[in-house]
């Protein structure tokens, strides 16, 4: 009656979909994960799902809210989703969520062949793929790594995606990332908003 029990998955998996196998990638089936919290004190939670945006990082400064211990001083990426406990039904305490995956081809002039990172310094990789979810989009951008400096050259972008998941129910993690748009001219105000959300974000990262 006083123990929180978190459950959750580091990441998703692919059965060729996308032509891709495994978990190396950006795609909504890679990056979307379980997370179940069942907190005996907050009985108008129990059984209910929330459609706000939660991710990993939220498990440190949630659990401590949950516990009553002190707010966690140290520099956190994660937010409290105490809230969500109370009001599953709550608009989301975040407006989106953020993935960061990297490749290393081993032939350039195929950058989507034999590209995967395993076991290769990251000093030595050759992209960086930064992915923001939003309720509507997912948008995707892959950037020239820096090795000596450790982070990503947003001067030098090597691929751009883009994908609508306008009426996604949740019914599939498959069927709303299959038609890339972000060289359609209609979506470029949606690609540069979602481009300066996405910097902002990972550049604040690079601070800590």
């Given amino acids: 009656n006083n123990t929180i029990v978190v459950l959750f998955a580091d990441h998703g998996w ?15 089936l890679s990056t979307r994960v379980p997370l179940m919290f069942r907190v005996p004190w907050k009985g108008s ?8 945006f939660a991710e990993l990082v939220d498990i440190y400064p949630t659990l401590a809210e949950l516990a009553s211990l002190p707010k966690p001083t140290d ?19 975040k407006n989106a969520a ?3 995956y990297p490749r290393c081809p081993k032939n350039l002039s195929a950058l989507w062949k034999e590209n995967s990172c395993h076991e290769v310094k990251r000093e030595d990789f050759y992209a960086m793929g930064y992915s923001i979810r939003t309720d509507a989009y997912r948008y ?4 020239r790594w820096n090795g000596t400096l450790l982070n990503a050259n947003w001067e030098n972008v090597i691929g751009v995606e883009l994908y ?18 972000a060289n359609d001219a209609s979506h470029k105000e949606i690609c540069t908003h979602l481009h300066d959300q996405l910097k902002a974000m990972f550049d604040k990262l690079t601070k800590f």
Avoid: I
């Fill in 98 to 100: 953020f993935s960061q």
């Fill in 45 to 52: 939670a129990m059984g209910k799902h929330t459609r706000g």
């Fill in 140 to 143: 995707t951008e892959w950037l």
């Fill in 75 to 93: 520099k956190l990426e994660g937010e409290s989703l105490l809230s969500y406990f109370d009001n599953p039904g709550q608009p989301s305490v």
């Fill in 14 to 28: 692919q059965l060729g979909e996308h032509g891709e196998w495994c978990k190396h990638t950006n795609f909504e």
């Fill in 164 to 181: 609508d998941h306008t009426g996604d129910t949740d019914a599939s993690f498959d069927n709303y990332e299959n038609a890339n748009l």
